[in-house]
């Protein structure tokens, strides 16, 4: 069975500290791990699939990284309009595709 | 326009009750889903199809049945609601099984 744990379950920083979030998994062959960013009350946004250890994708402030055991979600110089849920899932190779979801990491950025 | 729309928007309905919430996509893809998100659960998968004539069951699907009426639209049906039934329910594309695109949710509320 598909795991994902995501550390910490919240996380507030100041206006500039940048920080990491962490998103461990076991699944019986990675065939891709997303990330999400969602706003109260609203459907999750995508932000990065990551496909194999050692790949790194960024966008704006954020830097996905990702191993064999887990992914980080690195966030520098973060602003109040990062403060929101970040999702991780796992998809394995096997059938589905289903995606396999952990409880998210609520983030909040204090100006 | 929204890529993946979801209507109505919020509910609240009674316990016994039959429930429909539709979701209707312009993305052009073949594969939908459907998840229920609850307080510290995270994201968990009722149902999903990869085409009009193939149609799986998810994780939690027991008290759900879905319907995919073409392509665009794939529905989500409560025979008869109860309490428990209460939370965030969200429609996701996806082409080739890749990166699943959220619909805005819709927020039930079971008396």
């Known amino acids: 069975e598909d795991q994902v744990t995501q550390s910490p379950e919240a996380l507030r920083l100041q206006e500039g500290e940048s920080s990491s979030l962490n998103c461990s998994y076991t699944v019986s062959g990675l065939r891709g791990l997303f990330w999400y960013r969602q706003d109260p009350g609203k459907g999750p946004e995508f932000l990065f699939t990551l496909y194999s250890a050692g790949e790194e994708k960024e966008k704006e402030r954020l830097k996905a990284t990702l191993t064999k055991k887990e992914s980080f979600l690195h966030i520098t110089a973060p602003k109040p309009e990062d403060s929101a849920t970040y999702l991780c899932?796992?998809?394995?190779?096997?059938?589905?595709?289903?995606?396999?979801f952990g409880k998210g990491t609520k983030l909040s950025v204090i100006p | 326009d929204a890529d993946v729309t979801q209507t109505p928007r919020n509910r609240i309905t009674k316990t016994g009750k039959r429930i429909m919430l539709e979701c209707s996509q312009t993305k052009g893809h073949d594969r939908m889903y459907w998840y229920r998100q609850d307080p510290g659960l995270g994201l968990r998968l009722i149902y999903y199809s990869f085409d009009v004539k193939d149609i799986n069951k998810g994780e939690i699907s027991d008290g759900y049945s879905v319907s995919r009426q073409a392509q665009a639209k794939f529905s989500l049906s409560l025979e008869s609601a109860i309490p428990n039934q209460t939370a965030l329910y969200f429609c996701?594309?996806?082409?080739?099984?890749?990166?699943?695109?959220f619909g805005p949710g819709t927020r039930l509320t079971v008396l």
């Open positions: 996701a594309t996806t082409e080739r099984g890749d990166t699943q695109y």
């Open positions: 899932a796992v998809q394995s190779g096997a059938g589905s595709y289903q995606l396999t």
